[in-house]
């Protein structure tokens, strides 16, 4: 069983940045893929970024040009830096982690383990 801990949500005014962090209890380092979701009440839950084993990366969607993914294998952390927010960024951001690949494209339905996750406000 893999656990997922994210931390650094908060309450930011608009145009700000912040960078999310999820520790994971497993080797990141290989056979695994770490990804990034995000959800507002109501609605679906949204993929935003995913990392390999490799480091090879794909994003969902328009974030890339503002959403950062990346890793540190020696804290097996996975960081989602998030730049000039905007209120829509608004949600629960979500940590996932499934092995040994990522797909191209992120689905809810194939990462297994979650973290509990961490709430973004920006106002």
């Known amino acids: 069983h893999v656990q997922l801990v994210e931390s650094g949500g908060g309450s930011v005014q608009a145009g700000g940045s912040l960078r999310l962090s999820c520790t994971a209890s497993?080797?990141?380092?290989?056979?695994?893929?770490l990804g990034w979701f995000r959800q507002v009440p109501g609605k679906e839950r949204e993929g935003l970024a995913s990392?390999?084993?490799?480091?090879?990366?794909t994003y969902e969607g328009t974030v890339e040009r503002r959403f950062t993914i990346s890793k540190d294998n020696a804290k097996n952390t996975v960081y989602l830096q998030m730049n000039s927010l905007k209120p829509e960024d608004t949600a629960m951001y979500y940590c996932?982690?499934?092995?040994?690949?990522?797909?191209?494209?992120?689905?809810?339905?194939?990462?297994?383990?979650w973290g509990q996750g961490t709430q973004v406000t920006v106002s």
């Open positions: 996932a982690a499934r092995g040994p690949y990522c797909y191209t494209k992120l689905s809810v339905a194939d990462f297994t383990y």
């Open positions: 497993v080797d990141i380092s290989s056979e695994w893929c």
């Open positions: 990392i390999g084993w490799d480091n090879k990366t």
